[in-house]
């Protein structure tokens, strides 16, 4: 890469990190009104103290948080740290994910096809994955949402990426992924009647499956074990530590969401190595 390559890329990288934390200041509307059925249109958000109006000004993401020390202007009530936290997440969420897209590039296009609907789908998984740690709850408008984006995300892809004659292959391995996760997942809810997993776990399974599963199979299916690695590991740690009895309600959702990412971004390289340790490199 040359001088000016690198920073137009740097640049690049910059504004859709700020772009991300404009869309994480939306997904902070979204966590606080969904579970209530709000609208996440109108109106405007308000102090949950005082309920005066935040004015654009103060609502510059993580900025405004920081200038206000955290405090709201009018009756200095305590904003929760969530919001900044929620904001720069997405910011460096949308940056990895273009970093990424720019680094698996086919040959001769500048990005990954994928990127604008891993990024969607990020963005939407930040949401749901706060949600559930605090409700216990994956909801539907976000769910459902994902099924008519994932469809026109991956046609896109393919459209972009230009190779029809690998649908095909491709189709077959997404919903091999799909099938694999939402079968797993499903089953354990249908096993233990909904108690290890929620309605909504299911629903959301087969969207993270059909993701990975179009990358590779192998993915979907290292994503779907490292979710389950990592959801008995903090669950046994909770349960050792005595902050949670064993009985106690975990939401799943969030591990399936690392899970997915975990997939994403090391599956083939796992899956390659697993290869090599028991002798059947390629
Ligand atoms: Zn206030």
Same mark, same amino acid.
């Given at each position: 890469? @040359?001088?000016?390559?690198?920073?137009?890329?740097?640049?690049?990288?910059?504004?859709?990190?700020?772009?991300?934390?404009?869309?994480? @200041?939306?997904?902070? *509307? *979204?966590?606080?009104?969904?579970?209530?059925?709000?609208?996440?249109?109108?109106?405007? !958000?308000?102090?949950?103290?005082?309920?005066?109006?935040?004015? !654009?000004?103060?609502?510059?993401?993580?900025?405004?948080?920081?200038?206000?020390?955290?405090?709201?202007?009018?009756?200095?009530?305590?904003?929760?740290?969530?919001?900044? =936290?929620?904001?720069?997440?997405?910011? $460096?969420?949308?940056?990895?994910?273009?970093?990424?897209?720019? =680094?698996?590039?086919?040959?001769?296009?500048?990005?990954?096809?994928?990127?604008?609907?891993?990024?969607?789908?990020?963005?939407?998984?930040?949401?749901?994955?706060?949600?559930?740690?605090?409700?216990?709850?994956?909801?539907?408008?976000? *769910?459902?949402?994902?099924?008519?984006?994932?469809?026109?995300?991956?046609?896109?892809?393919? %459209?972009?990426?230009?190779?029809?004659?690998?649908?095909?292959?491709?189709? =077959?391995?997404?919903?091999?992924? %799909?099938?694999?996760?939402?079968?797993?997942?499903?089953?354990?809810?249908?096993?233990?009647?909904?108690?290890?997993? &929620?309605?909504?776990?299911?629903?959301?399974?087969?969207?993270?499956? =059909?993701?990975?599963?179009?990358?590779?199979?192998?993915? %979907?299916?290292?994503?779907?074990?490292?979710?389950?690695?990592?959801? %008995?590991?903090?669950?046994?740690?909770?349960?050792?530590? &005595?902050?949670?009895?064993?009985?106690?309600?975990?939401? +799943?959702?969030?591990?399936? $969401?690392?899970?997915?990412? +975990?997939?994403?971004?090391?599956? !083939?390289?796992?899956?390659?190595?697993?290869?090599? $340790?028991?002798?059947?490199?390629?």
């Amino acid at each position: 890469m @040359s001088n000016d390559q690198t920073v137009v890329t740097i640049w690049l990288l910059l504004t859709v990190g700020i772009i991300g934390t404009i869309v994480g @200041s939306f997904l902070n *509307v *979204v966590i606080a009104r969904v579970p209530e059925k709000r609208s996440i249109v109108r109106p405007r !958000s308000r102090c949950i103290q005082c309920d005066s109006e935040i004015s !654009s000004g103060d609502n510059i993401p993580i900025v405004s948080w920081i200038l206000l020390r955290g405090r709201c202007r009018h009756c200095s009530a305590r904003i929760s740290i969530q919001y900044p =936290v929620i904001e720069a997440l997405t910011g $460096i969420m949308w940056i990895v994910i273009t970093g990424w897209a720019l =680094v698996t590039a086919p040959e001769d296009s500048l990005v990954n096809p994928l990127l604008p609907l891993l990024i969607t789908v990020a963005s939407a998984l930040i949401a749901l994955f706060a949600i559930d740690v605090r409700w216990y709850k994956l909801p539907n408008e976000i *769910v459902y949402f994902l099924y008519p984006t994932t469809i026109v995300g991956l046609l896109i892809a393919l %459209a972009l990426g230009g190779d029809w004659s690998e649908f095909p292959n491709l189709a =077959v391995s997404a919903l091999g992924g %799909a099938a694999l996760w939402v079968g797993v997942i499903g089953g354990l809810w249908l096993a233990t009647r909904g108690r290890a997993m &929620g309605l909504g776990d299911v629903k959301l399974a087969p969207i993270l499956g =059909v993701i990975l599963g179009w990358g590779s199979l192998s993915s %979907a299916a290292i994503g779907l074990l490292a979710a389950f690695v990592l959801g %008995a590991g903090v669950g046994l740690f909770l349960i050792i530590t &005595g902050r949670a009895g064993a009985r106690a309600k975990i939401a +799943f959702g969030p591990y399936l $969401i690392l899970g997915f990412f +975990f997939g994403l971004i090391f599956g !083939s390289s796992v899956w390659d190595s697993y290869l090599g $340790i028991i002798g059947l490199s390629r």
